[in-house]
């Protein structure tokens, strides 16, 4: 048996390896190269604190990192709102409706990027669908411009409501409907509920949740540069922009940028894990 159980061990080390070396090629890798350049000249020689001390004094980049903070807060939070009403709604769905709606939010986790932009330019576009619609029928002040703050944020908490919903739904679908009957039959109301029992035993999983959309939105590239090109101050456009430069690259300071961003996230994650702790022991 002893044997057989090594023998087992080996055949499953084996088959992990792929897994591995795919690991260590496309993720470990770039991330030391990244560090490396991020110590580096712009000439790619030497040991330098330049390019970080650049980062966190130059104003342009200084103002990437704000708007990419409060951009990514703000669609968390409103994704993360409206999310948590959408998959309490599933809830009161019989199982039929319920898995329907969970694989149409799970599709459109999916719907990011190039399209997501396009589809928005298409229907909220200065000649959009929707523009037009509300021109014709002399609701100009609903229509708003999709290339501007308002419209990027929109884009943002688009994309960010399914992911939100297939993250935060477990946790709503756990809250048992007796617990609801017994504080019915102690005479407590459904805000009350909600207030002691349902809100503290989410709160973990709506802090998890919203660190997981704040991380989504931080390093999102492709939606803001395929609706706004290089016209907003963002991190990743930036970050984008360094890589592939009009005159020429400029990767290190690129790294630099990158590895402030992934700090960020990382003290973000962390104080979510400990606000969720705290939850945790609290409910």
Request: aromatic share 14%; glycine share 8%.
């Amino acid at each position: 048996m002893v044997r057989r159980s090594t023998h087992s061990r080996q055949i499953m080390f084996l088959v992990l390896v792929p897994f591995f070396l795919w690991v260590i090629a496309f993720m470990i890798l770039p991330v030391l190269g990244m560090v490396q350049a991020s110590f580096q000249h712009d000439n790619g020689q030497g040991f330098t604190l330049g390019q970080y001390i650049k980062s966190l004094t130059h104003p342009r980049y200084l103002g990437s990192f704000r708007n990419s903070i409060i951009l990514s807060l703000f669609s968390a939070f409103v994704g993360l709102a409206v999310a948590t009403f959408a998959a309490y709604s599933f809830t009161r769905f019989s199982d039929k409706v319920r898995d329907r709606l969970l694989s149409f939010s799970n599709v459109m986790t999916n719907f990011a990027g190039v399209p997501l932009a396009y589809a928005f330019v298409i229907i909220f576009g200065m000649n959009g669908m929707l523009t037009n619609v509300l021109k014709k029928m002399g609701l100009d002040f609903l229509a708003f411009d999709v290339y501007s703050w308002t419209g990027l944020a929109m884009v943002y908490v688009y994309f960010q409501i399914p992911v939100g919903i297939l993250l935060i739904y477990p946790a709503l679908y756990g809250i048992r409907e007796e617990w609801k009957e017994a504080s019915a039959l102690l005479g407590a109301s459904g805000v009350q509920f909600w207030y002691r029992i349902g809100f503290p035993v989410l709160l973990p999983s709506l802090v998890g949740t919203f660190s997981v959309l704040f991380a989504n939105a931080m390093g999102a590239y492709a939606t803001a540069y395929a609706l706004t090109l290089s016209n907003f101050n963002l991190t990743p456009i930036v970050i984008g922009a360094l890589v592939s430069g009009d005159v020429y690259p400029r990767e290190e300071l690129a790294s630099a940028l990158a590895i402030i961003m992934f700090v960020i996230l990382i003290v973000t994650m962390l104080i979510s894990e400990k606000m969720a702790a705290i939850a945790r022991r609290r409910s």
